[in-house]
Nanobody, 127 residues
Framework: HVQLVESGGGSVQAGGSLTLSCAVS????????MGWFRQSPGKEREGVAV???????MYANSVKGRFTISKDAAKNIVYLQMKNLKPEDTAMYHC??????????????????????RGPGTQVTVS
């Protein structure tokens, strides 16, 4: 049974920072592609970041340079460090996991919302 549980969300002022965590069970973060996506009311889901089994990373243009995805294989946790937060970053943030992309490729970050396994999310509010 695969379970993803996010934590670390909260309310911050613009320019502030937060670090989200995703505790993973049922699969290992070293063997799966891991990602984060977000959704705001009335908006479509947006892939934010993805990291594959080899550590290759892709970010959405909207967060590039401000967000950092990482994983701790020993703890089986995935992180999303968020700096210089903006009001438009306000959303529910979800962790997601899927099998590695075929032929050794990297999943496009836009596909993260479609990953097979997704957590319930943690709310981030920037004012």
């Amino acid at each position: 049974h695969v379970q993803l549980v996010e934590s670390g969300g909260g309310s911050v002022q613009a320019g502030g920072s937060l670090t989200l965590s995703c505790a993973v069970s049922g699969v290992t973060v070293s063997a799966y592609s891991m990602g984060w996506f977000r959704q705001s009311p009335g908006k479509e889901r947006e892939g934010v970041a993805v990291i594959d089994t080899d550590g290759r990373i892709m970010y959405a243009n909207s967060v590039k340079g401000r967000f950092t995805i990482s994983k701790d294989a020993a703890k089986n946790i995935v992180y999303l460090q968020m700096k210089n937060l903006k009001p438009e970053d306000t959303a529910m943030y979800h962790c997601a996991a899927d099998r590695p992309a075929p032929y050794g490729g990297l999943w496009n970050v836009n596909l993260v919302p479609e990953f097979d396994y997704r957590g319930p999310g943690t709310q981030v509010t920037v004012s």
